[in-house]
């Protein structure tokens, strides 16, 4: 039985923000009085090709007189507690919006089954899958379940588990909602892991529908069918991306050596997805996860392919910065402006541990 991704949808929230302006405002932050650090910091955010980003936050204009989280005492960081607050309050919000932008005014609430919610930027329990299941006004009988702290691959295993319970019961219809506030976490501190990741993550959100029938509801052309999935680890690479609680925050561990460890696995990824050695060629479209500049070069590189190939992952590198796990679904929005029935589409992401989780797709369009 086929399983399609339908009804998909994108939000982010209210405040926009130019990679330039962040730029500057990390640099005040850091030391206002450090020539040095600040033309570092404008060379470092122009080579990441981001040209905006969005936040849940208020906080990153410069000037700003009173700030949500990052308060003018530049010695002191926000809590966890802080942080998980301004979670609390915003993560709902913006998950609703994605979901309206995926299913509109006439869509049946009431047919969902099962309700998947993914996110690595928050969490608290009861979590944001029973929020919104009342919220949104689902049946009692729906089925919740979350994808918590796994990065930015996360939306694959919530894909491995919609399309498992559209097996058991070939009626589901399983909303799968993502969303992420990954700018909670920026942090005052110099080393290079933390330099790397402020300069790239955003907040965002995506929402689809998985189910057994093709409806054709992206960008009104059509739906995705799932045909393959897998997943690849690369043991080495388990210091070189990492992602712990700390009492300042979440901290992430995101060295410069991460996209070669991606370059060594992604053409054993699409090999496992194939079950063969599979040429560039025999896929259509390219989703691969824009965690940066340099991971898209290497996958470029490796796999044969020009700017061209993944132009739908620069643009949303581009417009919105890494937004961690929704990010493939903005990928997936953008190449469904060229959706052509029968065309092959690999997405791909990469996470924690080193981890690199695959999908083939294939477009069902309209007739």
Same mark, same amino acid.
């Given at each position: 039985?086929?399983?399609?991704?339908?009804?998909?949808?994108?939000?982010?929230?209210?405040?926009e923000?130019?990679?330039?302006?962040?730029?500057?405002?990390?640099?005040?932050?850091?030391?206002?009085?450090?020539?040095?650090?600040?033309?570092?910091?404008k060379?470092?955010?122009?080579?990441?090709?981001?040209?905006?980003?969005?936040?849940?936050?208020?906080?990153?204009?410069?000037?700003?007189?009173?700030?949500?989280l990052?308060i003018?005492d +530049?010695?002191?960081?926000?809590?966890?507690?802080?942080?998980?607050?301004?979670?609390?309050?915003?993560?709902?919000?913006?998950?609703r919006?994605?979901?309206?932008?995926?299913?509109?005014?006439?869509?049946?609430?009431?047919?969902?089954?099962?309700?998947?919610?993914?996110?690595?930027?928050?969490?608290?329990? !009861?979590?944001?899958?029973?929020?919104l299941?009342?919220?949104?006004g689902?049946?009692?009988?729906?089925?919740?379940?979350?994808?918590?702290?796994?990065?930015?691959?996360?939306?694959?295993?919530?894909?491995k588990?919609?399309?498992?319970?559209?097996?058991?019961?070939a009626?589901?219809?399983?909303?799968?909602?993502?969303?992420?506030l990954?700018?909670?976490?920026?942090?005052?501190?110099?080393e290079?892991?933390?330099?790397?990741?402020?300069? @790239?993550?955003?907040?965002?959100?995506?929402?689809?529908?998985? +189910?057994?029938?093709?409806d054709g509801?992206?960008? &009104?052309?059509?739906?995705?069918?799932?045909?393959?999935?897998?997943?690849?680890?690369?043991?080495?690479?388990?210091?070189?991306?990492? $992602?712990?609680?700390?009492?300042?925050?979440?901290?992430?561990?995101?060295?410069?050596?991460?996209?070669?460890?991606?370059?060594?696995g992604?053409?054993?990824?699409?090999? +496992?997805?194939?079950?063969?050695?599979?040429?560039?060629?025999l896929?259509?479209? $390219?989703?691969?996860? !824009?965690?940066?500049?340099?991971?898209?070069?290497?996958?470029?590189?490796?796999?044969?392919?020009?700017?061209?190939d993944?132009?739908?992952?620069?643009?949303?590198?581009?417009?919105?910065?890494?937004?961690?796990? !929704?990010?493939?679904?903005?990928?997936?929005?953008?190449?469904?402006? +060229?959706?052509?029935?029968?065309k092959?589409? @690999?997405?791909c992401?990469?996470? !924690? &541990?080193l981890?690199l989780?695959?999908?083939?797709?294939? $477009?069902?369009v309209?007739?």
């Amino acid at each position: 039985m086929s399983s399609y991704i339908t009804h998909l949808g994108i939000a982010v929230p209210r405040h926009e923000y130019k990679q330039t302006a962040l730029a500057k405002w990390m640099a005040e932050r850091y030391d206002a009085a450090d020539e040095n650090l600040a033309r570092k910091l404008k060379v470092l955010y122009k080579k990441t090709r981001i040209e905006k980003r969005y936040s849940v936050l208020s906080d990153f204009e410069l000037n700003k007189q009173q700030a949500a989280l990052f308060i003018e005492d +530049q010695e002191k960081e926000p809590s966890i507690e802080d942080r998980m607050q301004i979670y609390g309050q915003e993560i709902i919000p913006l998950c609703r919006k994605a979901i309206y932008n995926a299913l509109g005014d006439d869509f049946n609430y009431k047919e969902i089954t099962h309700l998947i919610t993914v996110s690595c930027t928050g969490m608290y329990a !009861p979590g944001i899958e029973l929020e919104l299941k009342q919220s949104i006004g689902l049946n009692d009988q729906v089925q919740m379940h979350a994808v918590n702290f796994v990065g930015c691959y996360a939306f694959f295993p919530a894909l491995k588990m919609a399309k498992a319970f559209c097996s058991e019961q070939a009626n589901s219809k399983v909303l799968i909602v993502s969303a992420e506030l990954c700018t909670l976490h920026f942090q005052n501190k110099i080393e290079e892991d933390h330099l790397l990741s402020n300069s @790239l993550f955003a907040d965002g959100a995506a929402a689809c529908i998985v +189910q057994n029938e093709p409806d054709g509801t992206i960008a &009104g052309e059509g739906s995705l069918e799932l045909k393959a999935q897998t997943q690849l680890s690369i043991p080495k690479g388990r210091s070189d991306m990492a $992602w712990n609680i700390h009492s300042d925050g979440f901290l992430m561990r995101l060295t410069s050596y991460v996209p070669e460890l991606v370059n060594s696995g992604i053409k054993r990824l699409i090999n +496992q997805l194939f079950e063969e050695d599979v040429k560039a060629e025999l896929i259509d479209q $390219w989703a691969i996860h !824009p965690g940066g500049r340099k991971i898209l070069e290497v996958c470029a590189k490796e796999l044969d392919l020009t700017e061209k190939d993944l132009a739908a992952s620069y643009e949303v590198l581009k417009n919105y910065g890494n937004l961690s796990a !929704p990010t493939i679904l903005f990928v997936l929005n953008a190449l469904s402006k +060229q959706a052509i029935d029968g065309k092959k589409v @690999l997405a791909c992401g990469f996470g !924690p &541990g080193l981890t690199l989780e695959g999908a083939l797709l294939k $477009w069902k369009v309209n007739a």
